[in-house]
């Protein structure tokens, strides 16, 4: 069984329109998070939750939303899709917050042409 | 200056080499360190916890130098199998944003 998953894996889509990836952990974890990779291999956090509340917001633009229907499922709907957009999209989730120990999904590689 | 900063290698060590990383950080209240491991174009994996009094699995060594700020790894006996990107963390509590800070890595290629 996969504990992080994600998906799409691959998106591609034009500038402008909106797409959404999903993540769904299987470990039980009270915490999920979004990291952005991008082309320079920099990762960095762009929303965590816990027990469906947003603990932080780094200062990404409002395009993105996070969405967290439940404890296992934490969703990243992004809007206006812009160039600067491309790049890989982690899930991750952590037993509790901030304990360092992540479990990373596979990734979703976002191209926006 | 960066929160946490790596060398970003390419690190080519022949098979059997010892090799060491450094990790910096510029933030003393950080309180927490891991390195991570990240194969090419997949997702990072946990590889160890840095504890104060350095701790050891199997090849791999880590330890934390509190009073000039950084941490290491050394890892021997050099596999291919080790070719990776080896990804710095550091946690730092409190504070508005971002308390998990992962480096931007250091590139590792072992060569047969």
């Known amino acids: 069984d996969t504990a992080v998953s994600q998906t799409p894996k691959y998106l591609v889509t034009q500038m402008g329109n909106d797409k959404s990836i999903k993540c769904e952990q299987n470990l039980g974890h009270d915490t999920m998070y979004w990291y952005k990779q991008d082309s320079k291999k920099f990762l960095k956090i762009m929303f965590s939750?816990?027990?469906?509340?947003?603990?932080i917001n780094e200062t990404v633009p409002n395009r993105f939303s996070p969405k967290s229907p439940d404890k296992a499922h934490l969703n990243l709907h992004i809007n206006s899709l812009e160039l600067g957009d491309s790049a890989v999209y982690f899930c991750?989730?952590?037993?509790?917050?901030?304990?360092?120990?992540?479990?990373f999904g596979e990734g979703s590689r976002l191209t926006v042409l | 200056r960066k929160e946490v900063e790596q060398d970003p290698g390419p690190f080519n060590v022949p098979e059997g080499a010892t090799v060491a990383f450094n990790c910096t950080y510029s933030?003393?209240?950080?309180?927490?360190f891991f390195w991570y491991r990240q194969d090419c174009r997949k997702e990072p994996k946990l590889l160890m916890s840095?504890?104060?009094s350095g701790n050891e699995d199997g090849r791999f060594t880590a330890q934390l130098n509190r009073a000039s700020q950084y941490i290491s790894l050394l890892i021997r006996d050099s596999k291919l199998s080790d070719s990776a990107t080896y990804l710095c963390?550091?946690?730092?509590?409190?504070?508005?944003?971002?308390?998990?800070?992962f480096g931007k890595g250091t590139k590792l290629s072992v060569k047969p």
């Open positions: 840095v504890y104060s």
């Open positions: 963390v550091v946690i730092r509590y409190g504070g508005s944003q971002g308390n998990l800070i």
């Open positions: 991750a989730s952590s037993q509790v917050e901030w304990n360092g120990e992540l479990f």
């Open positions: 933030n003393s209240a950080s309180q927490s």
């Open positions: 939750y816990n027990n469906k509340e947003l603990i």
